[in-house]
């Protein structure tokens, strides 16, 4: 089984509804982040926590919530979606004191 | 903040030939430069990282290059395989910040068979 996941992998939506994208992980990993990435502007940070009590804005967190429900999981919230918020999103992990993240498969998100 | 420029954003080689992907960095302050590669419909994944100690690592193939003076670093992949063919992302970070990653815009690499 994939260490990191995500949930959906695909979703369309319209604009102005409320779209929640689950992360979960089986690493042990206390650090969970959230990507976007849009084409040929690489993956932009939107928020990232270090354990479940500390959440963090990234440099693109507007428009976006976030929760750490536990240390495995970490959901990211659009309260209402517009169309340019259509992306490839990906959640991450690292360990404390670890350089490397570990990625999830990515959701692909289509706002009309 | 940190900003990370990659060049080229696409590359078109053929198999067997090297190909190079080189990326500049903004802060003198960063010291940790990581290399992803990602496979179509997979998440990014690391290959190869260089701290700012040293001035190359090799790991097979692949081989990075730093030149803090010069505030860039390079990825150079030797006798390219049409397995090589994805989307490559440099990065940059300080390690003592918490290594909140900078990434650059990717370059998507292509191995001709």
């Known amino acids: 089984d994939a260490d990191v996941t995500q949930t959906p992998r695909n979703r369309i939506t319209k604009t102005g509804k409320r779209i929640m994208l689950e992360c979960s992980q089986t690493k042990g990993h206390d650090r969970m982040y959230w990507y976007r990435q849009d084409p040929g502007l690489g993956l932009q940070l939107i928020y990232y926590s270090f354990d479940v009590k500390d959440i963090n804005k990234g440099e693109i967190s507007d428009g976006y919530s976030v929760s750490r429900q536990a240390q495995a999981k970490f959901s990211l919230s659009l309260e209402s979606a517009i169309p340019n918020q259509t992306a490839l999103y990906f959640c991450a992990t690292s360990g404390t004191g670890y350089n490397e993240q570990f990625f999830g498969p990515g959701t692909r998100l289509t706002v009309l | 903040g940190e900003n990370v420029e990659q060049h080229p954003s696409t590359l078109s080689v053929q198999e067997g030939d090297s190909a190079v992907i080189k990326c500049t960095y903004s802060?003198?302050?960063?010291?940790?430069f990581p290399w992803y590669k990602q496979e179509l419909g997979k998440g990014p994944q690391l290959i190869i990282d260089i701290r700012s100690n040293v001035g190359e690592k090799k790991d097979q193939r692949i081989a990075v290059t730093l030149n803090k003076t010069a505030k860039h670093f390079s990825l150079h992949i030797t006798e390219t395989q049409p397995e090589d063919s994805a989307v490559y992302f440099c990065a940059a970070s300080i390690i003592i910040a918490g290594n909140m990653l900078t990434f650059g815009g990717g370059t998507r690499l292509m191995v001709k068979p």
């Open positions: 802060d003198s302050a960063s010291n940790y």
